[in-house]
């Protein structure tokens, strides 16, 4: 039973280039959530799926995009990185809206 | 909108002491959830304790135990016997109750850096 795991752990990017965060669990949770984190700052979220085929904007939808196509996996992309967007990229998913939510290890993105 | 607020960006604490971490939040709902994450340097987020506003009597996990005011709505974390392995940030955070909208959205505090001095 892994949990909750991201994909890559470290990516640096130039600005202007795309990528996709995969965020996975095996704990056949129907919520899943992206949030980042910045420095001095608490986790924001940035979108959410109550179940597959659903997504939802959170606080900081902006410059992201995200698809849900499979229960277990959750993606996060980024079609045109900016240098605002370096961050720390954490997946979490419940079993429900009252449930607590399990983290992923996170991912670091740094664009330069 | 709710706000939650860590008024202490530092604390520091000798090892077997005990800590109280101070949490403030502002809602205008009546039931909510309370939790209290930990993150050490790995950067994994691992949850200390929840509270559901609705219970009166106070969350307790082992060394780790709330004091939840609701009429203050303050959400204070206390741990006794502070270990070495406690040095982490600690984030404070709220959920509504709602369906709607943000559902199961948590919003974090800026988060409390703990130390522990041996």
């Known amino acids: 039973n892994a949990g909750v795991t991201q994909t890559p752990k470290f990516r640096v990017l130039k600005t202007g280039q795309s990528m996709t965060l995969l965020c996975a669990q095996d704990m056949n949770h129907e919520y899943m959530y992206w949030y980042r984190q910045d420095p001095g700052m608490g986790l924001r979220l940035i979108h959410y799926s109550v179940g597959e085929g659903t997504t939802a904007k959170g606080e900081v939808p902006d410059g992201y995009n995200v698809s849900r196509l499979k229960k277990q996996n959750f993606l996060l992309g980024l079609e045109s990185a900016a240098p605002s967007q370096t961050s720390v990229y954490f997946c979490?998913?419940?079993?429900?809206?009252?449930?607590?939510?399990?983290f992923g290890p996170g991912t670091r993105l740094t664009v330069t | 909108a709710q706000t939650v607020t860590q008024s202490q960006p530092e604390m520091s604490v000798q090892e077997a002491e005990t800590v109280t971490l101070s949490c403030t939040y502002d809602?205008?709902?009546?039931?909510?959830?309370l939790f209290w994450y930990k993150q050490p340097p790995s950067r994994q987020m691992i949850l200390v304790i929840r509270?559901?506003?609705?219970?009166?009597q106070n969350a307790t996990e082992n060394r780790f135990s709330v004091n939840f005011q609701k009429a203050a709505k303050s959400f204070s974390l206390k741990i006794s016997d502070s270990q070495l392995g406690d040095a982490a940030m600690y984030f404070c955070a709220y959920r509504s109750p709602n369906y709607g909208g943000s559902q199961g959205n948590l919003i974090f505090g800026k988060g409390t850096k703990l130390s522990v001095k041996p």
């Open positions: 809602t205008s709902e009546s039931d909510y959830y």
């Open positions: 979490a998913s419940s079993y429900g809206w009252k449930y607590e939510q399990y």
């Open positions: 509270q559901e506003a609705y219970k009166q």
